[in-house]
C-alpha cells in the first residue's frame, strides 16, 4: 500500500431499489457513505442520482485489500 490505493471486492448487495429508469446519456451521480468499517471489511448505503432525482438505492459490504505497490 505504498500509494494509498486499495482494490475493493464487492462481497454483497442488499436493500437495492430501483426508482426509475435512465435514458442513455443521463449523468449518473453517485452519493457513497461508509456506515461500518471492521479491519479490510466495510459497510456502506449509496443513492444514484439523475439530474437530481434518485433513481437507485442499495446497501453493500465490500472487501478492502492492498492495492498493487
Known amino acids: 500500500m505504498g500509494n ?3 482494490l475493493v471486492y464487492f462481497t454483497a448487495i442488499d436493500r437495492t431499489t430501483f ?3 435512465v435514458a442513455p ?3 449518473l451521480a453517485l452519493d457513497v ?3 461500518q468499517r471492521r479491519a479490510s471489511m ?3 448505503g ?3 442520482r439523475v439530474g437530481g ?3 437507485a438505492e442499495a ?3 465490500a472487501m478492502l485489500a492492498p492495492g498493487p505497490a
Open 53 to 55: 432525482f434518485a433513481v
Open 4 to 6: 494509498g490505493a486499495s
Open 25 to 27: 446519456g443521463g449523468l
Open 33 to 35: 457513505v461508509l456506515r
Open 59 to 61: 446497501q453493500f459490504t
Open 19 to 21: 426508482a426509475r429508469p
Open 42 to 44: 466495510a459497510r456502506f
Open 46 to 48: 449509496g443513492v444514484a
